[in-house]
C-alpha cells in the first residue's frame, strides 16, 4: 500500500475513534439531561430519584472525557438541585479551569455564588456574582442576586452590631 493512502486510512481511524469517543461522553449527558429536566419540569419539588439519576449519567460522561465541560457543569447543577450544597460548589470550581469562555465562566461564577449562597457563605457569593459580572456586564440575574447577597450581609452587619 502506498503511504500516501496509508497515511489517509490511519488518519481515518483516528478521526472515527475521536467521533466515537465522542458518541459515548454525548450519550450519557443526553440521558442526564432528559431525566434532569423532567426531575425539573413535573413539579414544584424537584424528584429527586430522577436528579440521582441524572447526576449518574453525567458522572459516567466524566468518566468517559474528564475535561468535558457540558457534564462537569450539568453534573453542578444536579448536584445543586438536590440540595448538594458543598459538593456543587466543589463541581463549579473545578470547572473554572477548564474554559476560558468568558460566557461559560460567568455561569459557572454565578451558579458558584448561588451554591455558596446556600451555604451561607454570603461574602464568597458576592465575590462570584461580581466575577460573573466581570465576565458578562449585562446578566440581570448576576445583579439580582448580587444585590440580594449584599442586603444580607448588611443585615447580618447590623444584626452583629446590635448583639
Same mark, same amino acid.
Not at 71 to 88: R, T, V
Given at each position: 500500500?502506498?503511504?500516501?493512502?496509508?497515511?489517509?486510512?490511519?488518519?481515518?481511524?483516528?478521526? +472515527?475513534?475521536?467521533?466515537? #469517543? =465522542?458518541?459515548?461522553?454525548?450519550?450519557?449527558?443526553?440521558?442526564?439531561?432528559?431525566? #434532569?429536566?423532567?426531575?425539573?419540569?413535573?413539579?414544584?419539588?424537584?424528584?429527586?430519584?430522577?436528579?440521582?439519576?441524572?447526576?449518574?449519567?453525567?458522572?459516567?460522561?466524566?468518566?468517559?472525557?474528564?475535561?468535558?465541560?457540558?457534564?462537569?457543569? +450539568?453534573?453542578? +447543577?444536579?448536584?445543586?438541585?438536590?440540595?448538594?450544597?458543598?459538593?456543587?460548589?466543589?463541581?463549579?470550581?473545578?470547572?473554572? +479551569?477548564?474554559?476560558?469562555?468568558?460566557?461559560?465562566?460567568?455561569?459557572?461564577? #454565578?451558579?458558584?455564588?448561588?451554591?455558596?449562597? =446556600?451555604?451561607?457563605?454570603?461574602?464568597?457569593?458576592?465575590?462570584?456574582?461580581?466575577?460573573?459580572?466581570?465576565?458578562?456586564?449585562?446578566?440581570?440575574?448576576?445583579? #439580582?442576586?448580587? =444585590?440580594?447577597?449584599?442586603?444580607?450581609?448588611?443585615?447580618?452587619?447590623?444584626?452583629?452590631?446590635?448583639?
Amino acid at each position: 500500500m502506498n503511504p500516501i493512502k496509508l497515511l489517509a486510512l490511519l488518519l481515518l481511524i483516528g478521526l +472515527n475513534q475521536e467521533l466515537a #469517543y =465522542a458518541q459515548q461522553e454525548r450519550k450519557p449527558i443526553r440521558q442526564g439531561n432528559r431525566l #434532569y429536566e423532567q426531575a425539573v419540569s413535573d413539579s414544584t419539588a424537584a424528584d429527586t430519584l430522577l436528579l440521582q439519576s441524572a447526576e449518574e449519567k453525567y458522572r459516567k460522561a466524566i468518566e468517559e472525557n474528564p475535561s468535558s465541560f457540558e457534564a462537569g457543569f +450539568n453534573l453542578g +447543577n444536579a448536584l445543586f438541585k438536590q440540595e448538594k450544597f458543598p459538593e456543587a460548589s466543589g463541581q463549579y470550581q473545578l470547572l473554572l +479551569n477548564r474554559t476560558e469562555d468568558k460566557k461559560e465562566l460567568s455561569k459557572v461564577h #454565578y451558579n458558584l455564588g448561588n451554591a455558596l449562597l =446556600a451555604q451561607g457563605k454570603i461574602e464568597e457569593s458576592i465575590e462570584s456574582y461580581k466575577e460573573s459580572l466581570r465576565k458578562n456586564p449585562s446578566d440581570t440575574a448576576a445583579k #439580582y442576586n448580587l =444585590a440580594v447577597a449584599q442586603k444580607m450581609l448588611q443585615e447580618s452587619q447590623q444584626n452583629q452590631q446590635e448583639q
